[in-house]
């Protein structure tokens, strides 16, 4: 029997019930990821394997490091053949990381190869993926919807120009929803030189700086506007840590003007900002519809050496251990339905401890009047959490504190046009979770409310919370 074989995690008959009966055969709605819009609108052919498996992939990078592999076969210049052997070698050693699961699905979903990737059969497996990937075509688009994906959510600037998207939009033979998200983190960053080059860009759009900060907020009602003409379902923000420090209009301005000058900002007038402009990016949000999500918890760019050579976002972050998140995220979330303005939300935490401080949190904010189930999400194991067990004790903590029911379930959040195999990976761990449950005797072995809890979460659920 193949390592990856049709039970793959499935250890009881009724998770193999409801896995092949259900939740194998459900679409994916991807509403959050870091694919490259300009590489759907192009349907970009990989040169090879190496491309698609290992560029921009910083978990592969992060592995590669620990096991000893050069930095030049990692982001360098080495050929993609050096690089691709250097991964197969660090592949084996993944064994216990999601790594080692991650790389077996995507070679059995997307080149049908079943053998265990190793330092002694690389240049064999790297042969064979490079033929499928040209025989079969398996271009940007294609692996899309050979994946089975009907809806893409994109990660895209406030100042991107969208292009991308609407050559997408205008394709009709793509047939694949393809949107824009809102990332406005450049926008909060007002201690740096990434809100001078932030402003820069907003002035080549209107042709002025914004010289207040309602000016400024102005600006991004705009850019939200034309994000929404373009199908925009969602923003995202990442914070370092929850927050929540008031501050009147007066205070606001003047921390603004700092930024201006490029004075120095102290935390708590970082913290009075960044709370300011999410309660009012909330509110413009909820006027259109959107979910706004939240990732907190990540310290990032922890190595200046690395940094200082290769930039953000390449394998050099790590969990944050930040105090009175709890607190901050009660006082955020009531601060924007004291206005009647709360969005959809999304709540992802990094610190697996604060599984159950989040979960209780956004229990407090589910009253709405429209009727949409669970409004504020405890979202799902992300990133260091998107784990075997990271992911069971997300489920955990929401099914005692909240409805799993309701859940919107797995997201992508991936720059890898072959990561859609994680949503397998969450599929097979929750139909597993809610197998052990059946037998047990926890959950009832009722089929009408088993199917629709399954097809709930891997598809259903995301599809109704996201439309407009």
Known sequence: MTFIHQDFMLTNETAKHLYHSYAEKMPIFDYHCHLIPDWIADDHVFSDITELWLAGDHYKWRAMRANGVPEEK??????????????????????????FHWTQLELKRY??????????????????????????????RKLIEQSNVTFVGTTDNPTDDLAAHDRILADESFSVTVAPSFRPDEAF????????????????????????????????????NYFDERGTLASDHALENMVYSPATDEEIEAIFQKALQQASITTDEKEKYLTRILIDLGELYADRGW????????????????YDRLGADVGFDSIHDSVNDGRRLNQLLNAMARNEKLPKMIIYNLNPTQNYVVASAVGNFQVNNEGIKSKVQFGAGWWFNDTEEGMLNQMKALADHGLLMNFVGMLTDSRSFVSYPRHEYFRRILCQFVGEQVESGKFPNSEPLLKRLIENVCYHNAVNYFKK
């Not at 053998?115 to 497996?125: A, G, R």
């Open 74 to 99: 990692i982001t360098g210049n080495a050929s993609p053949e050096e690089k691709f052997a250097a991964w197969a070698e660090t592949a084996e050693n993944t064994i216990g990381n999601p790594l």
């Open 189 to 224: 960053h007002i201690e740096d030189s990434r809100f001078v080059g932030f402003l820069d860009r907003m002035t080549a759009i209107f042709g002025n700086p914004p010289a207040t900060y309602q000016e400024l907020l102005a600006q991004l009602e705009e850019r939200i």
């Open 291 to 306: 979910a706004m999500q939240i990732h907190f918890g990540a310290l990032r760019n922890n190595n200046d050496y690395w």
């Open 111 to 140: 080149f049908d190869i079943d053998d265990l990737l190793t330092k002694d059969n690389w240049k064999d497996i790297y042969d064979r993926a490079n033929q499928v990937l040209k025989e079969k075509q398996l271009t940007a």
